[in-house]
């Protein structure tokens, strides 16, 4: 696991640590010391630590003119034992809601496994955005597949034309534009 980078061809348009409105604002990255772990596997110090033992991050881009992020995960989330969804909303959706974000894209080829619990955290979440939303792109089929029988999908829009993002090759802001013609057609508003 200690070999799984965050994605880093970003970083020339957006830096966390550099961002004045972000939880990580200031942090400095030791690349020689590999301290965090899941499961005991150490992770590239680049991830961030979100409140989870199980699930770290990585903002990738964060517009608050536009009013969306973008954010990487590595790890298991695991709802039914560390509670990640509750770790994530009050730490870091809660957080950058207070900024104006009301659009979140997650990035899940590096989430590894999901175990649900209740939906509630997910339902506040969806809640707090009145004109926003939530979407993954990247997601495993099988977790994709656990989140649905957990009806996370009530909340967070997967697959379809979200499934065929070369989100890699895109800048963060036509990333952006792409996902949001894809909700905006999803829900009507086009």
Known sequence: MHQIEPYYSW????????????????????YELYSETIYGYYIDPAWDFMGSETLFIKILYVDYNKGFIIIEFIGEWNDALNNDIMHFKR??????????????ILIGENILNFHGSDDSYYEEWFDDMEDG??????????????????EIDSYINFGGDLDV????TLKPSVLFDRINSIISRRIGLV
Do not use: C
């Open 165 to 168: 993002i070369e989100w890699r």
């Open 11 to 30: 970083l020339k348009y957006y830096n966390v640590a550099n961002d004045p409105n972000s939880p990580y604002d200031g942090k400095e990255y030791n």
């Open 91 to 104: 730490n870091i959706i809660d957080h950058f809601n207070s900024f104006g974000i009301d659009k979140y």
């Open 133 to 150: 939303w939530i979407t993954a792109i990247g997601f495993r089929d099988f977790v994709i597949e656990e989140m649905k029988n957990y």
